[in-house]
């Protein structure tokens, strides 16, 4: 191990040779094959200081899912290492954002990919590159001379059911949305001032299809966008919506691609692609301040190589399994009894629902779950209501269930104690 004090001065060659040490270290490292051992957690012996112990954060056991608040995903070992190695070095920024967005597309069967900050930004960057391409317009017109005489081409189609939060990222480029309900509706909506459509892949209501909102768009000469933020698993969904015919799609990077949290995936047509990147950072444009730095692009391209050495089947069964281990230790609870869901499109991994009769055993759901997020380390659970208890697994770490189920069997017991 490298150490350094006032009497050993860090000379350029003791640089060199402790870093060729410490790359010879990692590069020995085991690969990761089974299913438990492709989600285990990097060792944190002779790690340095704990700053989340430092700065009197609580460390979260999640049992609920890839949310943002939640800090979504952990990477796993091979994209930490990736990321470690990225930010021992500098490069041109560029070259790294161009490099790593081709073999990003070629991994990913579409014509053009980008590493955006995030899902958010890659749907901000969707719309810009869609804005300029109707006005024939430079980055720097967007947002203020959106609009205008000048360019005035700012509509973007989107279904009154698919309205949501993320629509900031889109009026961000000086758009204005155009709500439809109906598919005659949507066909009467397309003006020569429409730039896109923005077709939310998640939502739970709207009248219209994927395949028919596509359609119509194509109709119109309108390049249609497909937000697919959480939609990872199954894998194939990574190539699923461009195979479909979608212009542009966006994916988060730190949900069920366990890449950087605060990166994400623009794919799509290589012409809008290209747009797009103008729009990126380090230009100066709308996203100048969606700054993708190099262990983001660099641990984005160890995630999507991850996530292509994993099957749907192995991790689908190994999720189950932690679920298992919880069930096992609660099933002796009075009245409980187990079930899995799985939700159709985002975050479709099962979870484990837990029912029982909160008169018998003592407490509701909710204390339970209100008392489990108290602990040090936090336990969160994926939700809680009159009478049931989900679990999600597929976030935890490697152990991390035996933590979950017994801090959940002895809430439950002590109850009415």
């Known amino acids: ?23 010879a270290a ?33 460390k979260i056991v999640n049992a609920k899912g890839t949310f943002t608040y ?41 014509e053009g990919a980008l590493v955006s900050c995030g899902a958010s930004s890659a749907l901000t960057l969707a719309t810009a590159a ?19 005489s000048e360019f005035p081409k700012n509509e973007v189609i989107v279904q009154k059911a698919h309205r949501y939060e993320y629509d900031h990222a889109m009026t961000l480029c000086g758009i204005k949305i155009i709500e439809v309900v109906s598919l005659d509706d949507y066909k009467r909506a397309f003006t020569p001032n429409t730039v896109m459509t923005n077709f939310f892949n998640a939502a739970p209501g709207g009248e219209i299809s994927r395949e028919d909102w596509l359609a119509v768009a194509h109709q119109h000469n309108v390049p249609c966008h497909i937000d697919a933020a959480a939609d990872m698993p199954p894998i194939e969904n ?47 444009c709308v996203g100048r301040g969606m700054k993708v730095a190099k262990e983001q692009i660099v641990g984005m391209v160890a995630a999507v190589d991850w996530v292509l050495e994993q099957t749907d089947d192995a991790m689908e069964k190994e999720f189950m399994r932690r679920e298992d281990v919880v069930w096992h230790m609660v099933k002796d609870i009075p009245t409980i009894k187990s079930t899995r869901v799985t939700e159709p499109i985002a975050n479709h991994v099962p979870i484990l629902m837990l029912t029982y009769v909160p ?8 204390e339970v779950m209100a008392k489990l997020e108290a602990q040090n380390p936090s336990v969160v659970l994926a939700s809680g209501d009159e009478n049931t ?28 104690a």
Request: charged content about 20%.
């Open 359 to 366: 008169a018998v055993v003592g407490i509701t759901p909710r």
């Open 238 to 284: 990574l190539w699923k919506y461009t195979g479909m015919g979608f212009d542009l799609v966006c994916f988060s990077g730190g949900k069920g691609i366990r890449g950087p949290q605060n990166a994400g995936l623009l794919l799509g047509k290589k012409k809008l692609i290209d747009i797009a990147a103008l729009n990126n950072n380090p230009n100066q």
């Open 1 to 23: 191990m490298f150490h350094s004090d006032a009497r050993t001065p860090l000379t350029r060659r003791r640089f060199l040779q402790w870093s060729q040490t410490a790359m």
């Open 389 to 416: 208890l989900g679990v999600s697994t597929w976030m935890l770490q490697p152990g991390e269930e035996v933590i979950v189920g017994r801090e959940l069997r002895k809430v439950l017991k002590s109850a009415k």
């Open 70 to 110: 939640l800090t979504a995903a952990v990477m796993p070992p091979q994209v930490q290492r990736a990321v470690a190695e990225a930010a021992l070095h500098p490069v041109h920024l560029k070259e790294l954002q161009t490099n790593a967005g081709e073999y990003i597309a070629r991994k990913l069967r579409c």
């Open 130 to 148: 869609c804005v300029q391409d109707a006005n024939q317009c430079t980055p720097m017109d967007i947002p203020q001379k959106i609009g205008s």
């Open 26 to 58: 990692l590069g020995a490292l085991p690969f990761l094959g089974s299913s438990s051992e492709a989600f285990a957690e990097t060792t944190t012996k002779g790690a340095g200081v704990d700053y989340y112990a430092k700065l009197n954060v609580k």
